[in-house]
């Protein structure tokens, strides 16, 4: 079956040492054109420099075109100042929730290196992510506010966001510059189910667990390698039940499995947290098997013995679904007619919690109606907005996205319960 650029990317970026020139010959090959929507999609995805990185490990610098290879050089330079810049912001707020007696941890980001990330400037950081105590938060938001961050509303209760005033979102090169706005995001808990209508994952991350990380010269309170582990898989889920994940998140999970995968100790741990929980059972499950289809990293032999006990669905989604699901194409940086971001939809039944509200969510998001109030609301607070056909125009790609790729959805239920049938009857 023949390769889509970003296909063919992705197998070139895998762990396996000798999957490198197949891949690598199909990229000498990419057109112009394919390269102009290649680098939009590298950009957006996260692998931009660890596309790079591979391509001087592998001493195949030549086989993009100059052009190429001196855009992603630029936007690394200009990444290595973000990286530098946000490192001296990132100190500052630790220094000031120090002072005012706050407990937290720093999750994702600068916590990520090297354990996830070999190098900070090789991942784009638009945020800065903190576990903090229930008791803290109050005090935290005052240290934000006062710095200098605004709030910014929330869909989770769990979570409270600041950005600088007057930044808005870039994409491309703009978003590695030094001045593109970044926010903070202070979360009291890592998982809130609501949010999807999934079950609850209590008590998984404390604050008494955090330990002592060094990085760049600094000093502050994270998540141990094996909760940053299972971060990383919840993160995952999270935007995977959302429509779109970043592939780099994969990425950083699959380096991670690289490095740790025969680590018996820390798969202990692993273990020892996930606990009796069968949700978070089949995420880790659903989220290394993905990565290692993707990016051929190995799957710890706990994984292995947990893959065996899946529900079926579950695995029907992964053979099938996950791959396709994590290739789809948005309208964030290419219009496609019938996304097949939708089939996560069959995923979710799984998880969903068997109320009205859970029930709910799952008929309605083939074809959102909550888009309507949010559009009414955008233009109640900024009635300019009726006046851009940039904004007309990104908002019919929107219905029609969700409208063609709802439709796709719906055709396809058919054969995923044949699958399904089938895949019952196998496991029988």
Same mark, same amino acid.
């Given at each position: 079956?023949?390769?889509?650029?970003?296909?063919?990317?992705?197998?070139?970026?895998?762990?396996?040492?000798?999957?490198?020139?197949?891949?690598?010959?199909?990229?000498?090959?990419?057109?112009?054109?394919?390269?102009?929507?290649?680098?939009?999609?590298?950009?957006?995805?996260?692998?931009? $420099?660890?596309?790079?990185? %591979?391509?001087?490990?592998?001493?195949a610098s030549d086989a993009i075109p100059q052009s190429v290879l001196s855009r992603l050089q630029h936007n690394l330079d200009a990444n290595q100042l973000r990286v530098e810049e946000m490192s001296h912001r990132f100190d500052r707020i630790n220094k000031k929730f120090n002072d005012a007696g706050i407990r937290y941890a720093?999750? %994702?980001?600068?916590?990520?290196?090297?354990?996830?990330?070999?190098?900070?400037?090789?991942?784009?950081?638009?945020?800065?992510?903190?576990?903090?105590?229930?008791?803290?938060?109050?005090?935290?938001?005052?240290?934000?506010?006062?710095?200098?961050? #605004?709030?910014?509303?929330?869909?989770?209760?769990?979570?409270?966001?600041?950005?600088?005033?007057?930044?808005?979102?870039?994409?491309?090169?703009?978003?590695?510059?030094?001045?593109?706005?970044?926010?903070?995001?202070?979360? *009291?808990?890592? +998982?809130?189910?609501?949010?999807?209508?999934?079950?609850?994952?209590?008590?998984?991350?404390?604050?008494?667990?955090?330990?002592? %990380?060094?990085?760049?010269?600094? *000093?502050?309170?994270?998540?141990?390698?094996?909760?940053? $582990?299972?971060?990383?898989?919840?993160?995952?889920?999270?935007?995977?039940?959302?429509? +779109?994940?970043?592939?780099?998140?994969?990425?950083?999970?699959?380096?991670?499995?690289?490095?740790?995968?025969?680590?018996?100790?820390?798969?202990?741990? #692993?273990?020892?947290?996930?606990?009796?929980?069968?949700?978070?059972?089949?995420?880790?499950?659903?989220?290394?098997?993905?990565?290692?289809?993707? $990016?051929?990293?190995?799957?710890?032999?706990?994984?292995?013995?947990?893959?065996?006990?899946?529900?079926?669905?579950?695995?029907?989604?992964?053979?099938?679904?996950?791959r396709r699901c994590v290739f789809s194409e948005l309208p964030g940086y290419q219009f496609s007619l019938f996304s097949t971001s939708k089939f996560v939809l069959f995923l979710h039944q799984q998880f969903r919690l068997d109320t009205p509200a859970g029930t709910s969510v799952v008929r309605q998001r083939p074809f959102p109606?909550?888009?309507?109030?949010?559009?009414?609301?955008?233009? %109640?607070?900024?009635?300019?907005?009726?006046?851009?056909?940039?904004? +007309?125009?990104?908002?019919?790609?929107?219905?029609? $996205?969700?409208?063609?790729?709802?439709?796709?959805?719906?055709?396809?239920?058919?054969? +995923?319960?044949?699958?399904?049938?089938?895949?019952?009857?196998?496991?029988?």
């Open positions: 079956m023949k390769q889509t650029p970003a296909e063919t990317i992705v197998r070139f970026l895998s762990f396996a040492i000798d999957q490198c020139d197949e891949p690598l010959n199909a990229i000498e090959r990419f057109s112009p054109r394919q390269w102009e929507r290649v680098l939009q999609w590298l950009d957006d995805a996260g692998l931009a $420099f660890y596309f790079f990185q %591979k391509l001087k490990d592998a001493k720093a999750v %994702k980001g600068f916590s990520l290196v090297p354990e996830f990330c070999p190098h900070a400037p090789l991942r784009y950081q638009a945020d800065f992510d903190y576990l903090v105590d229930e008791n803290s938060l109050p005090a935290a938001c005052r240290v934000l506010v006062e710095a200098g961050y #605004i709030s910014r509303d929330s869909r989770s209760s769990m979570e409270r966001i600041y950005v600088i005033p007057g930044g808005r979102p870039s994409r491309g090169a703009e978003q590695y510059s030094p001045r593109t706005p970044h926010a903070v995001e202070l979360h *009291t808990d890592m +998982w809130d189910g609501d949010m999807h209508q999934l079950p609850q994952i209590p008590n998984l991350f404390f604050l008494d667990r955090a330990i002592s %990380k060094r990085w760049n010269g600094l *000093t502050f309170p994270a998540l141990c390698d094996e909760d940053a $582990f299972l971060l990383q898989v919840l993160h995952a889920c999270h935007h995977l039940f959302a429509s +779109w994940i970043r592939m780099s998140c994969l990425f950083e999970i699959g380096h991670f499995l690289n490095q740790r995968a025969n680590d018996s100790e820390s798969w202990k741990q #692993i273990e020892q947290s996930v606990g009796d929980s069968p949700t978070l059972c089949e995420f880790v499950v659903i989220v290394t098997e993905l990565v290692s289809r993707l $990016f051929a990293s190995p799957v710890p032999p706990l994984i292995h013995a947990w893959a065996s006990k899946i529900r079926p669905p579950s695995r029907v989604w992964i053979e099938h679904y996950g109606s909550s888009r309507l109030s949010r559009i009414a609301a955008s233009l %109640k607070k900024d009635p300019s907005l009726a006046l851009k056909a940039s904004w +007309w125009g990104h908002l019919v790609r929107r219905r029609l $996205f969700h409208l063609l790729g709802g439709l796709l959805y719906v055709c396809e239920i058919p054969r +995923w319960h044949w699958r399904n049938r089938n895949g019952i009857r196998m496991a029988s």
